[in-house]
């Protein structure tokens, strides 16, 4: 979770002022919000998340704690890969996250011969990940979801209307799965570069590559 810091200062002749921190990491914001509360000049202070909530910085401290030891930090990549010519589908999705102070990744890819579009195919990348969400029972967290389809981040973030049957039924499943594992998203397109590693998932499943893998990563 990131969170905004905002807090009133109070100056040795009594003269007050709100202040407004950058984005940043909560475990940053805990950290620093404790050294400012160490010189005395705070009034009081809270933190803001992405979904405009307030967070006493006792709350904030106290919910780390009971995060600490299940996945969190989440960032997602997706991509799925169509071939006209075939009518397949390759699928590939990566997971960042933390989990008791160590950071994974867990890369997953699928394929299919059900979809009809590159738009499915992206739409299935995505419900892919959020069922490895679910198997790593992730809930009741902000998810980022990051890929380079501008059909899919558009139409699910709001932005788009979902006009075509098969999309807006896949907008509707994911919806139903986000709300049902309590998942907060937040929806990110990226440049095709930086979604490389999903994208070579995809192209592994088209070409019959099973890829399915965890591990611990560097900071």
């Known amino acids: 979770m990131h969170v905004i810091i905002e807090w009133t200062y109070k100056a040795l002749k009594g003269a007050t002022t709100v202040l407004r921190s950058e984005e940043m990491p909560a475990a940053q914001a805990v950290l620093l919000a404790e ?16 979904q405009e909530t307030n967070w006493s910085l006792k709350e904030l401290k106290a ?12 960032t997602v990549y997706f991509d799925g890969g169509f071939d006209r010519a075939t009518k ?3 699928l590939g999705c ?13 890369r997953r890819n699928a394929f299919s011969s059900e979809l009809n579009s590159n738009n499915e195919a992206e739409y299935a990348a995505l419900y ?11 809930h009741h967290l902000p998810v980022c979801f990051t890929g380079d389809s501008q059909v899919v981040i558009n139409q699910l973030s709001g932005e788009w209307p979902a006009l075509e049957k098969d999309l807006s039924s896949w907008a509707d499943k994911i919806d139903a799965k986000l709300e049902d594992l309590n998942i907060q998203p937040e929806y990110q397109l990226i440049s095709r570069k930086e979604n490389s590693e999903a994208d070579r998932l995809a192209t592994q499943a088209l070409n019959g590559i099973d890829i399915t893998g965890l591990s611990e990563t560097e900071r």
Do not use: F
Not at 95 to 106: A, F, M, S, T, V
Not at 128 to 138: K, P, R, S, T
């Open 35 to 50: 050294d400012m509360e160490r010189t005395g000049r705070v009034k009081s202070l809270h933190c803001i998340d992405r």
């Open 63 to 74: 919910y780390l704690k009971e995060i600490e030891t299940e996945p969190h930090n989440i």
């Open 88 to 90: 397949q589908s390759g």
């Open 94 to 106: 990566v997971i960042y996250y933390e989990q008791n102070g160590k950071p994974y990744r867990l």
């Open 128 to 138: 892919l990940a959020i069922v490895e969400l679910d198997l790593l029972n992730v």
